[in-house]
DNA sequence: ACGCTCACG
DNA sequence: GACGTACGTGAGCGTA
């Protein structure tokens, strides 16, 4: 038969798989409303279609056009080698059934749809990108897989879709450093791990072009391979040969199938109105319907059911932000009709606008409500009216505003109602406001809690970085409305009008973000991280912040006097040691001082190190090993010491307790640490001193109401617990189970030395290992801590490791998982992020030790939060609160008669708080004590 | 704003 | 073979 198909036409030529996966990922796991068929690949992949067919017109569009798909998994390159794409993951289980419906889609768009048994999409992309050039017509190959691009070249074109970007000849240049014809031989050198192509052992793209460039062709290198200067290449290509030849011969695509259709059978053809829209509409595409129709100019068929939550949540409103579209409501008549929009929906974003950061002690301002994307209001309540003639603005009220007390009555039947959902970015802080105000909210969800449980690591998240991450969208900025410094303004004074712009975009994003994030948790299978470690800490740490602890002031100001009696003495000695007056304070000065004028050398006879300012580093480490030199360095430290305790502590807890309450309140991040642990701020409560004797009496302030005790529990050693259990160590695990001291079984273990030999320094050392292999090790580190020689403590490793074999396996299987999916996780599911741990560089090394850290840190701090989300429940009964968290220590206050019940009740939390989702080998083991104040708790 | 130093687990 | 190194945080100060 004769071909018609030759000079002039256009063959575009649609990588079908890739528009499958690329749909499959990019969409959340839609299924069709009325029978619960998983539908979210077909509707991207639908979209992907129409958005393809809208743009191909114009002079460089296609007069033939084809989808390619792979079929079956069994190709003849498996015959070749059957380890061929032996490592891809296994298809998901809700995209399996969604395969023959993207033929379905094709042919119902009427565009060709090819597939042949034995054969992958690509070679019969080759083959009919050949049999078109070949016939003198042109040819696109719409996809962005990098084995096609042998293909380019003589007419031959790729176009990567998403980027929308043309490859020809010299894009494959870029990409291999050879052009399209030795693309082939660049694969077979470098192989390929998606598709388990061996290729040549160590090496990559960059070695293989510069040999092929160098000998012309593959078979010329391999022949000649003799030739090659570099041994270790040499032997490599000699000994591979067989390997490279068959990595050839699986990347080489087969251009010459026998085909059972011609390019003719590929024509253009326009869709059929009946055959899509019916295709779409058995699919309940609701939208895109409407959109083709449209285009075809038929009117669309209707689809059947109303749109319920999912399908809200399954197409995003591709709604612009428009600050002008926002309401602002003024009256009781305007919320109702919010109120009831509320109800329909179920769910609702909530903001508050207050005068300040600090929860405790800011009032609210105004509240902001979203129901769907791009319909937001404001409502403003307390704000002031401006005045012309003062500079200060007047306290009156502005105008216009609902009455407050009308406005929380109507809204706290919806906040506390169960049935309607309240959104919030970080509701921890609107929660607390409304706390205040005698409005519990609940239910809530938290985007800021849904990204952490996602992308942990990857980075922060604030409503900023969200939304410009996630919407695209970049949020009107707080500051020129509030100013900055001296002049600063709060909320209250900001006109009404800006306000309302500001306040209600916010509760906008979070809707949108959540109507984003929402599907996304179960993708990323962290729905039951979320569910029982995120969202139920919420209401759990408002409680412990805005109860706070009592801090007695006249201790923490009778210490700051004598600090500073005893540093102004100090500091006299110094100056005079130092022959001049400087400021103690300053480690510039400081090091000038002890190394430029003073002379001192660091004992090591190495230079002293500086830092990345070039200024002497002066840390603690430098002025203990001067202090064997010199009396100064000494004195510093100590003035150091004092300094610290002074500035931040005694002085500054002062000004956090606050007026009403007589207590501190402290702030606790539940999204700041990567690991999962809290974070404590404002003030943080989470490093008060224990580790020096004088450091320690501060925790005498923190003291009990008359009457009250402070009861401290802590889990006790629960790292290296977990570290026995995830590493499976025996030895460690029946030393916890004797009660045995870790540290000194260790050393015993590790130096031969009998237990009841041990002396304390020994048990020192073990004990540095210890912590040292939680957190990475490495010869350098330990040796830096124990102030040995670098080869000493690589022995010390070295011995660990040959003792507890276990220990370098769970390291090596946890980078091992890091690189593989860049990120790690925790024993209760929590993941990790570790986007840097296939860098190349130092950032490498940090992202390894992270990565043994984290799972080992990261069920810690699950641990604890879970024990903490139970713990309401568990004490109900009991004259007790629970004030703080410090990683592995629970503080409390309660009646001194139920100190001992409280004790007994948190123990059994927190002992069992793994149960019932981990079965830990190590028990966890839990020591409390009592007292007046922290100091006799702890 | 950023680096240094140091407090905690 | 060299490189840089203990993990995770927050606050106050000096310096730019």
């Known amino acids: 038969m004769e071909t018609k198909f030759g000079k002039g036409c256009h063959l575009h030529l649609i990588d079908g798989s890739a528009f499958i996966f690329r749909a499959y990922h990019a969409l959340p796991p839609l299924t069709r409303k009325s029978d619960g068929l998983p539908v979210g690949a077909v509707s991207g992949f639908v979209n992907m279609l129409q958005r393809y067919v809208d743009g191909n017109n114009g002079a460089d569009a296609a007069t033939h056009v084809a989808v390619i798909f792979d079929k079956g998994s069994h190709t003849f390159r498996n015959d070749m080698y059957d380890l061929y794409k032996a490592n891809r993951e296994a298809m998901p289980e809700d995209l399996r059934p969604q395969i023959p419906l993207t033929r379905v889609a094709t042919k119902a768009f009427n565009i060709a749809c090819e597939e042949m048994e034995g054969f992958e999409a690509d070679d019969i992309i080759?083959?009919?990108?050949?049999?078109?050039?070949?016939?003198?017509?042109?040819?696109?190959?719409v996809s962005s897989d990098k084995d096609l691009m042998q293909l380019v070249g003589d007419g031959v074109e790729m176009l990567d879709p998403m980027k929308n970007k043309r490859i020809d000849s010299d894009g494959v240049v870029e990409k291999f450093g050879v052009g399209p014809n030795r693309v082939v031989d660049v694969q077979a050198l470098a192989g390929d791990s998606v598709d388990n192509v061996p290729g040549a052992p160590g090496i990559g793209i960059k070695t293989a072009a510069l040999l092929i460039n160098e000998y012309g062709d593959l078979e010329s290198l391999l022949d000649r391979a003799g030739e090659?200067?570099?041994?270790?290449?040499?032997?490599?290509?000699?000994?591979?040969?067989?390997?490279?030849?068959?990595?050839?011969?699986?990347?080489?695509?087969?251009?010459?199938m026998t085909l059972d259709f011609g390019l003719d059978d590929l024509e253009v053809r326009d869709p059929d109105p009946e055959v899509l829209l019916g295709f779409l509409g058995e699919m309940e595409f609701r939208t895109v319907t409407k959109r083709i129709a449209e285009k075809l100019g038929v009117e669309a068929p209707v689809i059947e059911a109303p749109a319920p939550v999912a399908t809200d949540l399954a197409t995003p409103a591709q709604v612009g932000f428009d600050a002008n579209a926002y309401e602002c409501v003024r009256d009781a008549a305007a919320l109702q009709v919010w109120i009831n929009r509320i109800r329909e929906r179920g769910y609702v974003a909530v903001d508050t606008e207050t005068t300040g950061l600090n929860e405790m002690i800011a009032d609210l301002v105004g509240i902001s409500l979203c129901v769907e994307a791009g319909q937001a209001c404001y409502i403003p309540l307390t704000h002031k009216s401006a005045s012309s003639d003062d500079l200060f603005g007047s306290d009156d009220l502005a105008e216009c505003q609902m009455d407050f007390a009308e406005c929380l009555a109507m809204l706290k039947p919806v906040l506390e109602d169960p049935a309607v959902l309240k959104i919030g970015q970080n509701m921890k802080y609107d929660a607390k406001?409304?706390?205040?105000?005698?409005?519990?909210?609940?239910?809530?969800?938290?985007?800021?809690?849904?990204?952490?449980a996602m992308n942990a690591g990857l980075h922060n998240h604030g409503m900023d970085t969200l939304s410009e991450r996630y919407l695209g969208h970049t949020p009107i900025p707080i500051k020129p409305l509030l100013g900055s410094g001296k002049s600063a303004i709060t909320f209250d004074r900001v006109p009404v009008d800006d306000a309302v712009k500001y306040a209600a975009e916010d509760a906008d994003i979070t809707l949108r973000l959540w109507q984003q994030f929402k599907p996304q948790l179960h993708v990323n299978h962290v729905t039951t991280v979320y569910e029982t470690m995120e969202r139920p800490l919420v209401p759990v740490l408002a409680q412990m912040e805005r109860n706070g602890i009592k801090v007695d002031r006249d201790t923490l100001s009778r210490m700051s006097n004598a600090f500073a009696q005893k540093m102004a003495g100090l500091e006299a000695e110094i100056q005079e040691m130092a022959g001049r007056p400087f400021n103690v304070g300053s480690p510039k000065q400081l090091g000038e001082i002890l190394f430029d004028e003073m002379g001192l050398e660091m004992p090591d006879g190495k230079k002293p190190s500086t830092g990345k300012t070039g200024a002497y580093s002066t840390g603690a480490d430098v002025l203990e090993d001067l202090a064997t030199l010199h009396d100064m360095p000494r004195r510093i430290l100590d003035w150091r010491q004092l300094s610290k305790l002074k500035s931040t502590y005694t002085d500054a807890l002062q000004e956090h307790i606050n007026k009403e309450t007589g207590r501190v309140h402290t702030s606790y991040s539940i999204a700041g640490a990567n690991t999962g642990r809290l974070a404590s701020t404002d003030p943080n409560l989470q490093n008060i001193p224990v580790r020096s004797e004088e450091g320690r009496r501060i925790r005498e302030a923190f003291v009990a109401e008359p009457g009250k005790v402070i009861v401290s529990l802590d889990y006790s050693q629960i790292e290296l617990r977990i570290l026995a259990h995830v590493a499976g160590i025996d030895?460690?695990?029946?030393?916890?189970?004797?009660?045995?001291?870790?540290?000194?079984?260790?050393?015993?273990?590790?130096?031969?030395?009998p237990l009841d030999e041990m002396t304390p320094d020994v048990r020192r050392q073990a004990k540095a290992i210890n912590f040292g292999v939680i957190?990475?090790?490495?010869?350098?580190?330990?040796?830096?801590?124990?102030?040995?020689?670098?080869?000493?403590?690589?022995?010390f490793i070295d011995r660990y490791f040959e003792r507890f074999p276990g220990i370098r396996n769970y390291m090596d299987d946890t980078i091992a998982f890091a690189k593989e999916h860049s990120y790690v996780q925790t024993l209760f599911g929590r993941k990790i992020n570790t986007p840097e741990i296939n860098a190349k560089g130092p950032q490498a090394g940090f992202a390894k030790r992270a990565a043994i850290n984290a799972p080992i840190q990261g069920t810690a701090a699950d641990v604890i939060r879970r024990a903490m989300i139970r713990m309401p429940a568990a004490i109900a009964g009991l004259p007790a609160k629970m004030l703080l968290q410090v990683h592995d220590e629970l503080i409390f206050e309660v009646n001194e008669e139920a100190a001992d019940d409280l004790i007994t009740a948190a123990r059994e939390v927190m002992e069992n708080a793994s149960d019932p989702a981990v079965k830990l080998d190590v028990k966890l083991a839990v020591d409390a004590g009592q007292g007046a104040n922290w100091a006799e708790a702890h």
């Open 126 to 141: 080759a083959t009919l990108a050949h049999q078109a050039r070949d016939a003198g017509g042109r040819v696109t190959i």
């Open 228 to 256: 090659i200067k570099q041994p270790k290449r040499r032997e490599t290509l000699i000994e591979h040969r067989a390997q490279i030849e068959l990595s050839k011969k699986l990347v080489q695509l087969d251009c010459d």
């Open 433 to 452: 406001i409304f706390a205040r105000l005698d409005i519990t909210v609940a239910p809530i969800d938290d985007t800021m809690l849904m990204s952490y």
């Open 731 to 753: 030895a460690l695990k029946q030393a916890f189970l004797d009660g045995i001291d870790i540290h000194a079984m260790t050393a015993s273990e590790m130096f031969d030395v």
């Open 775 to 795: 957190y990475g090790i490495s010869g350098f580190g330990l040796a830096r801590n124990l102030r040995i020689p670098r080869s000493e403590a690589q022995g």
